[in-house]
C-alpha cells in the first residue's frame, strides 16, 4: 500500500488529548487567532494580515491536496489549536518530514509533543517509513524540544535559506528512524 494510500485511511487520528483531522473552511477563525500573530509564527510562515488571507490559505495549502495535513483539534474545547502536516513526502525512500504549528496559548503542554509522538509511531509502524524528519530554526528553542521529547535524535546542523524570508538562517534535522525489534 503506497504511503498516500494510508494517509487516506488515517485522515483522522486521535490521541488522548486531541483529534487529529482534516482541516475545515470552519477552522479559518481558530487559524486566524494564532497565524495572525507574529510571535506564533515567527518560524514557520508569514502572520496573516486578514480573514481572507487565512481562509485563502485553507484553501490552496490544505483543502486543495489533504493528505497528509491535519488540524489539531483540542478535544475538552472542540477548537482547532494548531496543524501538524507531511511537509515532504518521499514515496520512492518512504520518508517524510514533519512540520507542525501550534496556537501560542497551548505551548508548553506537551500537546504537540504527544501530537508529534503519536503520527512518527503511526508512520513507522503503519505506513512503514524508513524515518521521519523534523527540520527546526535553532532559535525555535521550543521545536527544538518537541523533537527531542519525541524521539528524534539530532542529525545534522547546517545554514539554508528561508522560505518565506529567503533569509539564510542556522536549521537543525532531528531524526527518528523506524527500529526493528528482535526477540
Not at 507531511?86 to 520512492?92: L, P, R, Y
Request: hydrophobic share 40%; net charge positive.
Amino acid at each position: 500500500m503506497t504511503i498516500y494510500e494510508k494517509l487516506a485511511t488515517f485522515n483522522i487520528i486521535e490521541t488522548s488529548r486531541m483529534i487529529l483531522r482534516p482541516i475545515a473552511m470552519t477552522d479559518a477563525k481558530d487559524m486566524f487567532d494564532y497565524a495572525s500573530k507574529p510571535e506564533n509564527v515567527i518560524y514557520v510562515f508569514p502572520a496573516h494580515h486578514n480573514l481572507a488571507e487565512t481562509r485563502l490559505i485553507i484553501t490552496t495549502l490544505f483543502m486543495k491536496e489533504p493528505l497528509g495535513k491535519w488540524a489539531i483539534e483540542l478535544k475538552d474545547e472542540s477548537v482547532m489549536i494548531g496543524t501538524i502536516t507531511f511537509v515532504k513526502i518521499d514515496e520512492k525512500a518512504r520518508t517524510v518530514e514533519i512540520g507542525y504549528t501550534l496556537n501560542k496559548r497551548y505551548w508548553g503542554q506537551g500537546l504537540m509533543t504527544e501530537a508529534v509522538r503519536t503520527l512518527a509511531e503511526i508512520g513507522l509502524t503503519e505506513f512503514g517509513l524508513r524515518h521521519l524528519d523534523i527540520v527546526v530554526d535553532t532559535e525555535n528553542i521550543g521545536s527544538c524540544k518537541v523533537a527531542e521529547k519525541s524521539g528524534f535524535i539530532l542529525q545534522e546542523s547546517y545554514k539554508g535559506l528561508d522560505p518565506y524570508t529567503k533569509i539564510v538562517r542556522n536549521f537543525k534535522r532531528f531524526r527518528k528512524v523506524h527500529q526493528v525489534k528482535y526477540e
